[in-house]
């Protein structure tokens, strides 16, 4: 049993930010209060050994689910794994992913689903959800089997990667998925605008030469999807939104009374097309990074609520990939490990975000849209939740990750404000910033009694 004592709770879920004390029992959350008592304790623990992390000037989170995960299992782990991909989550304070289809084979059959499902199941660290492809093959031409991809584990459907460009495709496709009560995840992109641009088209890609994307790319793929949401009734999550138009169509498609919801990157809440050089090929992107107005739009809408959800959209690729010229070099930020302490710095710090709307962003709106457990520590929940010091540094080095890439544009550099442990369903898989390498679940519940407590510094037996 755990017992954090004087913890700043944040909890969404329910309303609270303020000091708290958890108890954990087995695998869920058995009580939140004020000031427990050693035999208020005592009396919830029945005997069990109960472990005490003091939480005194630290945060307690319901664990954060990021909706947009690209682990590269099957077909290029040689840049992530299900395994490593895992870890980086856990380290990152994430406790659940939702893993992308876009492998090589494509997650397009119940097989590789289970596949997925069942990778995840024996790391053992982070809950691993599958995601899979809308149409066979990311083709964008004939729709997958959506009920039996459901009962294989999937939690919802993406192309993503490469947009459903066929308008009739994506129609059927959120007509279908109402079956499944599963969300559709779209890529939003018009191929033709698109093309092969490099960067936001703006004054910043004419200085440099380079081929830019304009925001209409996205607005015109966005406006599509929301029109066809709004016919259908069907459930439509938009992936990565970059651009003030887009917010602005979706702000109005909401107060319509459109079944979406949406996300943004932790990178176009942060950097803008400014930050981009010729030689700056960490903060190559698709969507590319947009303009300063940009920016303020999305950090706005991600404060009053027409942006849902936080997600990294992590892409590991190999260090030799990133070093290509930009225009070679393939677009992607590695950000399972970075992203929260980012945030925290850039926007929490400042007073951009508070830390109740960070966690519902990146805890409790994705468990409620992709109807899954966790983004709450309600008692009777599972206790996925981490433990966030505000105060912790660290420097991000290629040593630091347990990624297996690093292309990220925080490399070399110290962030402030980590998970200093993390718990997914009562499991203790983060102590003191290293990955408590434990058995798998079901062992692990086994031999749970034998835990040292060393990180909280004091043991005492309930029933001593």
């Not at 108890?23 to 050693?38: D, F, P, S, Y």
């Amino acid at each position: 049993m755990w017992w954090l004592r004087n913890v700043w709770m944040v909890d969404p879920g329910q309303g609270i930010d303020g000091s708290r004390d958890v108890l954990v029992k087995g695998e869920r959350v058995a009580c939140v209060a004020r000031n427990l008592t050693r035999d208020e304790v005592r009396s919830q623990a029945g005997g069990e050994t109960v472990e005490i992390v003091e939480g005194q000037g630290k945060y307690l989170f319901p664990g954060l689910i990021d909706v947009h995960t690209h682990l590269r299992e099957p077909g290029f782990e040689e840049t992530e794994d299900i395994q490593s991909g895992a870890a980086a989550a856990i380290k990152g304070g994430f406790t659940a992913v939702l893993a992308m289809a876009n492998t090589n084979p494509v997650l397009d059959q119940r097989a590789l689903v289970e596949y997925v499902r069942h990778r995840g199941e024996q790391a053992g660290l982070a809950r691993v959800l599958p995601v899979a492809a809308v149409s066979k093959g990311l083709r964008g031409e004939e729709l997958v089997e959506m009920h039996e991809l459901k009962e294989a584990g999937a939690v919802a459907f993406s192309d993503d990667g490469r947009p459903l460009a066929n308008a009739e495709v994506m129609r059927l496709a959120l007509e279908y998925a109402k079956i499944t009560g599963l969300p559709i995840i779209s890529h939003c992109e018009d191929p033709n605008l698109a093309q092969d641009g490099l960067m936001h088209l703006g004054a910043v890609s004419l200085r440099l030469g380079l081929k830019g994307i304009p925001a209409s790319a996205e607005a015109a793929m966005v406006a599509r999807d929301l029109l066809l949401a709004e016919e259908t009734g069907g459930k439509l999550h938009l992936a990565h939104i970059s651009s003030k138009a887009s917010v602005e169509l979706i702000r109005q498609a909401k107060a319509n009374g459109v079944n979406v919801t949406a996300e943004v990157n932790p990178h176009h809440l942060i950097f803008c097309d400014e930050d981009v050089s010729l030689s700056s090929t960490s903060l190559k992107v698709n969507p590319p990074l947009r303009s300063r107005a940009d920016r303020r739009a999305l950090q706005e809408a991600l404060r009053d609520g027409t942006i849902d959800m936080i997600a990294t959209d992590h892409a590991p690729h190999a260090w030799e990939e990133k070093c290509r010229p930009l225009a070679d070099a393939p677009c992607g930020i590695n950000g399972l490990e970075t992203s929260l302490a980012a945030v925290w710095q850039y926007l929490v710090e400042p007073g951009c975000l508070s830390a109740l709307r960070l966690v519902e962003a990146w805890s409790l709106n994705p468990a409620r849209r992709f109807g899954l457990s966790g983004g709450t520590l309600r008692p009777g929940e599972p206790a996925d939740m981490i433990l966030f010091d505000p105060n912790c540094r660290e420097m991000v080095t290629r040593a630091s990750l347990c990624s297996k890439s690093s292309n990220t544009p925080f490399l070399d550099q110290e962030l402030q404000g980590f998970a200093v442990m993390a718990w997914v369903g009562g499991r203790l898989l983060l102590k003191n910033r290293e990955i408590v390498r434990t058995e798998p679940p079901a062992a692990a519940r086994r031999a749970w009694s034998e835990v040292s407590g060393e990180t909280a510094g004091r043991t005492w037996v309930a029933n001593a």
